[in-house]
């Protein structure tokens, strides 16, 4: 599978992280300080024209100069995913239920990867996959996190649980925890809903707990991308404590 990152700042962060990724990078101009910087890194480059960015999604980028194409990934099955998290003391899943706005997906895959997320794990159907919006959005952290993707997340939520995850479903429900009052375990999965109905009753009743985060203002709920990354913040804030 094809791996490329749009944009400058996903290729210095690329750089910045791990430079013997980068097969190759394409960009629209003589960019002097660009090249100055890929020389140095002794990055392959190709400058090229506009007709070769229009083959991604036509003009999704708006304004994006600069493609870095990747190495190919090392693929792995969720089922050998459990056995490393088995051996984990510390770690943090998110789950999400039918994610269907790519903006949305995107914004979460950047809050994942930044907030330290071992994987996402998403359904097979009714869930927006990784496209080039979704690449753009997440800044390139789509490739630096795990994404899984599952027939069935109730059966992937049991095999969490046999591998020691505590399971933290994220509802506006009477009956949910605060956030800011919820002890978070060691090993911790988080689901997030979808943008219009939430997490699925059968999803919430395979859960340990219900956590919702404390409104001060008139609105009801925040956007999906918003919650997920307040939440995970504070879990990753008290597994770093």
């Known amino acids: 599978m094809q791996r490329y990152l749009f944009g400058k700042k996903p290729l210095l962060d690329q750089i910045s992280i ?83 706005n790519p903006h949305n997906f995107g914004a979460i895959i950047r809050s994942a990867e930044i907030f330290c997320v071992d994987a996402i794990i998403c359904k097979n159907n009714m869930q927006v996959k990784v496209n080039d919006y979704v690449k753009k959005t997440s800044l390139g952290a789509d490739e630096r996190i795990n994404i899984f993707y599952v027939n069935n997340l109730s059966n992937a939520i049991r095999k969490l649980k046999e591998v020691g995850y505590w399971i933290y479903a994220s509802a506006i429900d009477n009956k949910a925890n605060f956030v800011s009052k919820t002890k978070f375990d060691n090993k911790t999965a988080l689901i997030v809903g979808n943008e219009n109905i939430g997490i699925s009753k059968l999803l919430k009743d395979n859960s340990d707990m219900l956590v919702k985060i404390k409104m001060y203002g008139k609105t009801q709920s925040l956007n999906v991308s918003v919650a997920a990354g307040i939440i995970l913040y504070e879990i990753k804030k008290q597994h770093s404590s």
């Not at 890929?38 to 083959?55: A, E, M």
């Open 18 to 100: 791990d430079k013997s990724e980068i097969k190759i990078v394409y960009f629209k101009k003589n960019n002097k300080q660009l090249i100055d910087i890929l020389r140095k890194n002794k990055i392959n480059y190709k400058i090229t024209n506009v007709n070769f960015f229009l083959k991604f999604n036509g003009n999704t980028h708006g304004g994006e100069d600069v493609i870095t194409f990747l190495n190919d990934a090392k693929v792995i099955s969720f089922d050998k995913f459990l056995l490393y998290a088995k051996q984990l003391k510390k770690s943090i899943i998110l789950i999400l239920d039918s994610i269907q």
